[in-house]
């Protein structure tokens, strides 16, 4: 029964993660690869992808602290951040991503910072909604677990 209404909370958790546009069709795909004999796998890689941006937004935020910004510096830790974006689905970072490398190509130092900003928020609001799905997950499988035994 509490899995039943966990599941039905991270079904609902998901769904208005679609619905906002913080996810789009990759993330669906990454789900279905998780199976029985891969029951971590989403978990996994949605935690390595929060570690891999929390790695790149510190870098980017030193490069544009810069007296003199390095514009291809900040565009390839960007790409990186837009291409590890769009593996695991995250669709507002990713677009805004899109914004960021446009300002980056220009050398606009002020709309490199605002941009940064925005791909910072998306990623922190994305994130904490992660934070509670992959609560939510562990709850199911210690539940399951406990079942079994």
Same mark, same amino acid.
């Given at each position: 029964?509490?899995?039943?209404? =966990?599941? $039905?909370? %991270?079904?609902?958790?998901?769904? @208005?993660?679609?619905?906002?546009?913080? &996810?789009?069709?990759?993330?669906?795909?990454?789900?279905? =690869?998780?199976?029985?004999? #891969?029951?971590?796998?989403?978990?996994?890689?949605? #935690? /390595?992808?929060?570690?891999?941006?929390?790695?790149? /937004?510190? *870098? &980017? #935020?030193?490069?544009?602290?810069?007296?003199?910004?390095?514009?291809?510096?900040?565009?390839?830790?960007?790409?990186? =951040?837009?291409?590890?974006? @769009? @593996?695991?689905?995250?669709?507002?970072?990713? /677009?805004?991503?899109?914004?960021?490398?446009?300002?980056?190509? $220009?050398?606009?130092?002020?709309?490199?910072?605002?941009? %940064?900003?925005?791909?910072?928020?998306?990623?922190?609001? %994305?994130? @904490?909604?992660? *934070? #509670?799905? %992959?609560?939510?997950?562990?709850?199911?499988?210690?539940? $399951?677990?406990?079942?079994?035994?």
């Amino acid at each position: 029964m509490a899995a039943t209404a =966990l599941r $039905e909370q %991270l079904n609902g958790l998901v769904n @208005s993660m679609f619905a906002e546009g913080l &996810l789009d069709q990759q993330f669906q795909q990454l789900q279905m =690869l998780q199976d029985g004999s #891969t029951p971590g796998f989403v978990a996994e890689v949605v #935690t /390595l992808f929060c570690e891999d941006s929390e790695r790149i /937004l510190t *870098e &980017l #935020t030193k490069l544009m602290d810069q007296a003199v910004v390095d514009y291809s510096k900040v565009d390839a830790y960007v790409h990186q =951040l837009k291409g590890s974006s @769009s @593996s695991v689905g995250a669709q507002n970072v990713k /677009l805004a991503c899109i914004q960021f490398r446009q300002f980056c190509e $220009e050398n606009n130092k002020e709309g490199c910072v605002r941009a %940064l900003n925005v791909v910072k928020h998306e990623y922190c609001h %994305l994130r @904490s909604k992660f *934070e #509670t799905m %992959l609560q939510l997950e562990s709850r199911i499988q210690a539940y $399951e677990n406990k079942q079994q035994n």
